[in-house]
């Protein structure tokens, strides 16, 4: 597979189809990979797959480091191609401005990531070319998609409060969860806004439960559990359950997954006159 | 401190008089031209202004700012009788000794004219010691110009040569004073550089076009002197932001010779 | 003076401190993560490590702080000054690496006028110091002129001799005193030369090209190459034990309010922002050439001495896998490659 990968950028680069390759790459230890930013063809030895292909790539499509670089292939796991779906349909890339370099995939990190226990995107659902035997995508029940909510939901009102603020206690407010994220694309973040300053900046409990928060409502409905907020938490906090639970809301509410199909509407962003009203009161 | 008194010198553009509300702190307190000050607006937080108002007039201490963010908006809506924290003075200063016996040009643009109130009343109130005095200011707009009332003043003076101008487009009908781009009316005015020290202060955009013109008319690096800006916190060398390369702008700074400025990294 | 430690003895010198009223802070393992907090039972301590998650930075300058608090009364303002910050406390099973970073930040809290919060802590918490036994390829103490065994910043270091054993050596006075105190718990020196067991970290770069390197190479491609792949995230700012930058924000609710000081980090896009919007380090390759300038070449040619220990947090713990000792060896050999060359 991976010299298919390598062939392909470097086809992709040689042709002047994309200026750049947003790929994996080795990391500083055996155990990880890095993201790598390929521009010449003769580089693509750089690139490569493995269990440790952890990274989602897309969260460069947001910064202007690496969009300056030019029209991009990215390498995408079926996770993050869900992002793609996501970015497109929110109006933050254009289909045609993006080359998707899909990967087959049956599960990555060591030990193997919570989110491949019901993956349901071996194959990437959107792919101009796709790396690896096409794998059948397996269908999971609802309550199968969702069973590493099973111990938390068993948990009382009280229960879930406490398990939140003992959380949210470690928080550093290093931002780093909403940095890595690629649907954390808003040039000002509501924490960066200071008149007036809706989310205090302090790590302390109500500025650390603010911003969590907030960050969490934020992506309901949006969020396609790609867990890499959790990865990069520095505290280790699990803010994929807190995210998960809402994604799950959002599916029994609106019958609506993320990431899935680029032509359904987005639950939190579409308005129809028949909309359910019973929330308002 | 308290705020005895505000004025309204442009368009968003606010002067504060403060009188320290503990009267021993106010009779020890001192500063010298250049140095700046952390300014609260309780609430809100603090922002940086230079001390506006002359160390030879004791009595109080004033501040200019325009109204841009979070605490400049807040500081705004205060009105005499209000309290307002100082912190400060902090900083370098500029040194007025080492020009006595000399010729003095001060160039400033817009709201930059503030920096440079406190080394210009300094210099005015010991007229003695220097030379010819000659002050080149301008705005965008008429409007913009700060400190009207003390232009008025320096032009009433015969010991100070000023010259105002406005932007092009900025005049009004009754405007007598010259129209065109500070750099310009510097080139115009053309001070002789023999003896001379020039002062400058303005926005990154008028500085680079006026050192190479004071340049051309023969003055030294060394004789250039400005006052630098950048984001600061706590104004005593510790918060580790307001640094352009090795130099901290709240302890080194904020005034700099021109030829200091070539040394740093292009990082401001 | 020099003692040893027997681990049987270890619940003794937890109650001991605690009967002394110290606060104790040691590495205790939470899941994931071994975390350097507060202990009440000598049984949550966790020794088997390389490398605690945070840093003993914490203690000294915490992640947020009340450095005053006001109430407005109509037009008047009173203002307060917190006590009782610094509380009496031992850390115990610091790491040589973090302990060094606190002569070295005392510099530059100490520079003209002095922050008391770092300064009263600094008088109040004793550091008991663990040499490292072992390392992971992260570490690079050796690189930067410390050691898995070094001294700087320490009380008492403990260096493991056997694998029930410590040997205590105190290296100031204050760390003589706690022994004093304590001295029932530790036994007489050890006979003989002690088995000290002490890891080997490897020497990745030589720090003496560093600096020169830095004073010529302001602008160079390879600021912006390393660091596309960095998402600004400040995480390496925050773990880091040399870090020390921080934001000075008011937090109030009407007429009641406090002055705060929080963690802060370079790395942010808003850190260097002008009210006007113009930004001196706008892009990312320019705040991560400020990082490793501020460390290896600024703060050296102010206080004579490297920003860093070389505990390698920052690159364990970057998403990204920006790695410093690899940027520093990248420096030192002066090729200027864009991209490490692929270890195939």
């Not at chain 2, 990154?204 to 800006?229: A, C, N, R, S, W």
């Not at chain 3, 302990?99 to 005392?106: E, G, T, V, Y």
Request: net charge negative; aromatic share 10%.
């Amino acid at each position: 597979m991976i010299e298919a990968l390598r062939k392909k950028a470097e086809e992709l680069l040689k042709n002047k189809t994309v200026d750049v390759v947003y790929g994996y790459g080795e990391g500083s230890v055996p155990e990880r990979t890095r993201p790598v930013f390929i521009t010449k063809p003769e580089d693509v030895n750089k690139l490569t797959w493995n269990k440790y292909c952890v990274y989602n790539l897309t969260t460069y499509l947001k910064k202007q480091e690496s969009r300056k670089l030019g029209k991009p292939a990215i390498v995408v796991k079926g996770c993050d191609a869900k992002t793609i779906t996501v970015l497109i349909k929110e109006s933050q890339i254009k289909r045609e401005d993006i080359y998707i370099i899909g990967v087959t995939c049956t599960g990555i990190g060591d030990p193997p990531a919570t989110k491949c226990k019901a993956c349901d995107v071996n194959t990437p659902l959107i792919y101009d070319e796709l790396i690896g035997e096409k794998i059948e995508n397996k269908e999971f029940s609802f309550e199968e998609r969702y069973a590493e909510l099973d111990e938390y939901e068993k948990l009382s009102e009280q229960e879930k409060w406490d398990f939140w603020q003992k959380q949210f206690e470690k928080c550093i407010k290093c931002y780093a969860c909403s940095s890595i994220c690629p649907l954390c694309f808003c040039d000002r973040c509501i924490v960066d806004k200071n008149q007036p300053q809706w989310i205090d900046p302090s790590a302390h409990p109500r500025g650390n439960l603010s911003w969590n928060v907030t960050r969490a409502y934020h992506l309901a409905g949006r969020c396609i559990n790609c867990e890499e907020c959790q990865r990069v938490c520095p505290a280790d906090i699990p803010l994929n359950l807190l995210n998960k639970k809402l994604a799950k809301e959002t599916e029994k509410n609106f019958k609506y997954r993320s990431g899935y199909n680029v032509d359904d509407e987005l639950a939190m962003a579409t308005y129809k006159e028949d909309d359910n009203q019973d929330f308002i009161k | 401190m308290n705020i005895s008194d505000v004025t309204d010198e442009a368009p968003g553009v606010r002067t504060f008089r403060l009188n320290f509300q503990n009267e021993d702190e106010g009779k020890n307190f001192k500063f010298q031209a250049g140095q700046f000050a952390l300014y609260s607006a309780f609430g809100y937080g603090e922002s940086t202004f230079c001390i506006a108002s002359s160390p030879t007039r004791k009595d109080y201490v004033e501040c200019t700012f325009r109204q841009a963010g979070r605490v400049t908006n807040a500081l705004s809506e205060l009105n005499a009788g209000d309290t307002i924290g100082f912190r400060g003075p902090y900083g370098n200063v500029f040194p007025i000794e080492e020009w006595e016996g000399k010729n003095l040009v001060f160039v400033a643009g817009g709201i930059a004219l503030p920096p440079l109130r406190s080394v210009i009343w300094n210099c005015l109130d010991l007229r003695d010691k220097y030379k010819n005095i000659t002050i080149v200011y301008g705005a965008k707009t008429v409007a913009d110009l700060v400190y009207k009332n003390e232009l008025k003043e320096w032009t009433a003076r015969d010991d100070v040569n000023l010259v105002t101008t406005v932007d092009p487009g900025g005049e009004t009908p009754d405007w007598t004073g010259k129209v065109g781009f500070v750099p310009t009316v510097v080139e115009e005015t053309a001070p002789d550089s023999k003896d001379t020290i020039a002062i400058v202060c303005g926005p990154p955009i008028m500085i680079k076009f006026t050192l190479p013109v004071l340049e051309k008319l023969g003055f030294k690096q060394d004789k250039v002197y400005t006052t630098l800006e950048n984001r600061m916190k706590c104004g005593l060398g510790k918060c580790g932001r307001c640094n352009i390369g090795c130099t901290y702008i709240c302890k080194e700074g904020p005034v700099f010779t021109a030829e200091e400025i070539s040394k740093m990294p292009d990082e401001f | 003076m020099e003692k040893t430690l027997k681990k049987e003895k270890f619940n003794s010198l937890i109650t001991g401190l605690k009967d002394k009223g110290y606060k104790t802070i040691a590495p205790k393992k939470d899941n994931n993560l071994i975390t350097l907090c507060e202990i009440q039972e000598a049984d949550e301590i966790h020794f088997d490590h390389v490398q605690t998650n945070n840093s003993i930075k914490e203690y000294f300058l915490p992640k947020t702080e009340k450095i005053l608090s006001y109430t407005i009364e109509k037009t008047k303002v009173s203002i307060e000054e917190p006590e009782g910050f610094a509380v009496k406390s031992v850390v115990f099973g610091s790491r040589p690496c973090d302990a060094a970073s606190l002569p070295i930040m005392d510099k530059v809290f100490n520079w003209d006028c002095t922050d008391k919060f770092w300064i009263e802590r600094r008088e109040a918490i004793t550091i008991v110091t663990i040499a490292c036994d072992k390392c992971d390829s992260y570490c690079f103490c050796t690189s930067v002129g410390l050691a898995p065994d070094a001294k700087q910043g320490s009380d008492v270091l403990l260096t493991k001799i056997s694998d029930d054993e410590y040997l205590v050596e105190t290296e100031t006075e204050k760390g003589e005193g706690l022994i004093k105190e304590l001295e029932t718990v530790f036994s007489e020196p050890p006979s003989g030369t002690p088995d000290r067991q002490v890891a080997t970290v490897e020497k990745k770069f030589e720090i003496d090209k560093v600096k020169p390197w830095l004073d010529e190479n302001f602008v160079h491609k390879i600021w912006a190459e390393f660091s596309t792949k960095c998402i600004g995230c400040g995480a390496c700012t925050f773990v880091c034990p040399t870090c020390h930058c921080f934001d000075i924000v008011d937090e109030c609710t009407m007429s009641k309010g406090d002055r705060v000081k929080n963690w802060d980090g370079c790395q942010f896009k808003m850190f260097t922002l002008h009210t006007s919007g113009h930004n001196p380090r706008s892009t990312q390759d320019q705040r991560w050439r400020q990082r490793i300038m501020h460390k290896f070449k600024y703060y050296v040619e102010k206080f004579d001495n490297i920003l860093c220990v070389g505990c390698g947090r920052c690159s364990r713990v970057c998403p990204a896998d920006m790695n410093i000792s690899e940027m520093l060896e990248i420096i030192s050999t002066d090729e200027g490659q864009p991209e490490p060359v692929s270890k195939e």
